[in-house]
């Protein structure tokens, strides 16, 4: 992705709320640290691996939160830890489907 300029993107940064990503003691320990949420930092944990982020909340509190994470960086073993949470596939869609590939690349985005 580098190579061509794609940057990847996080479509539920908050893994639609499950695995109680919000209370999570790895992400609420290493938060604490920062005087940041677990929320705020899974966000930041994305961002600093260059990963774009869209978290959603129809919360003014919650999207002033999600803006407040360009005043610390996760050390590198902040990043580690929070990598092996990686459950290792998508929950959102199976890249591995063929009927989800076909779709995705018989999409014409331009001309």
Same mark, same amino acid.
């Given at each position: 992705?580098?190579?061509?300029? %794609?940057?990847? #993107?996080?479509?539920?940064?908050? $893994?639609?709320?499950?695995?109680?990503? @919000?209370? =999570?003691?790895? +992400?609420?320990? *290493?938060? #604490?640290?920062?005087?940041?949420?677990? $929320?705020?930092? $899974? +966000?930041?944990?994305?961002?600093? !691996?260059?990963?774009?982020?869209?978290?959603?909340?129809? =919360?003014?509190? !919650?999207? #002033?939160?999600?803006?407040?994470?360009?005043? @610390?960086? +996760?050390?590198?073993?902040?990043?580690? #830890? *929070?990598?092996? +949470?990686?459950?290792?596939?998508?929950?959102? %869609?199976? =890249? @591995?489907?063929?009927? @989800? %590939?076909? !779709?995705?690349?018989?999409?014409?985005?331009?001309?």
């Amino acid at each position: 992705m580098k190579k061509y300029g %794609v940057r990847p #993107e996080a479509w539920g940064p908050f $893994a639609e709320g499950n695995h109680g990503i @919000f209370t =999570h003691p790895v +992400l609420t320990k *290493i938060g #604490e640290k920062y005087g940041k949420s677990a $929320a705020q930092t $899974a +966000l930041r944990w994305n961002i600093q !691996r260059g990963v774009m982020v869209i978290p959603k909340s129809t =919360h003014k509190d !919650r999207m #002033e939160q999600n803006m407040d994470i360009w005043d @610390f960086t +996760l050390s590198g073993e902040d990043m580690k #830890e *929070i990598a092996g +949470l990686d459950i290792g596939h998508s929950e959102i %869609v199976n =890249h @591995f489907d063929p009927v @989800f %590939v076909k !779709r995705v690349h018989s999409r014409k985005i331009h001309d």
